[in-house]
């Protein structure tokens, strides 16, 4: 059974950094399309970052360099290490997992974490 676990997020002043990772248990993230994705109260979820089964990133369109995603095959991790932060990006970051490539397409993940949340203060 497919579990995956977020941890890190925060709360941080616009301008400063944080990291979420998450530990995936019942798969290997080599094998899988993963990504970081996040979701305000009342809006749909977006895909803030992914890497393809093939190791490919893609990133919103809202990132603007200040994100890094990465996957550690051997701690069995996906990273987002976030810079430059904006109020804007406050939101439930939650952890997702695909079988197949759908890449920045949240809607085709069909395995999810429970979520943390980050918080950006002006």
């Known amino acids: 059974q497919v579990h995956l676990v977020e941890s890190g997020g925060g709360s941080v002043e616009a301008g400063g950094s944080l990291s979420v990772s998450c530990e995936a248990s019942?798969?290997?993230?080599?094998?899988?399309?993963v990504g970081w994705f996040r979701q305000i109260p009342g809006k749909d979820r977006e895909a803030v970052a992914v890497?393809?089964?093939?190791?490919?990133?893609e990133y919103g369109h809202f990132v603007e360099g200040r994100f890094t995603i990465s996957k550690d095959s051997v701690r069995n991790t996906v990273d987002l290490q976030m810079n430059a932060l904006r109020p804007e990006d406050t939101a439930m970051y939650y952890c997702?997992?695909?079988?197949?490539?759908?890449?920045?397409?949240?809607?085709?993940?069909?395995?999810w974490g429970q979520g943390t949340q980050v918080t950006v203060t002006p």
């Open positions: 997702g997992a695909a079988e197949w490539d759908y890449r920045l397409n949240f809607r085709g993940y069909k395995y």
């Open positions: 019942g798969m290997t993230v080599s094998s899988y399309c």
């Open positions: 890497v393809t089964k093939n190791g490919n990133l």
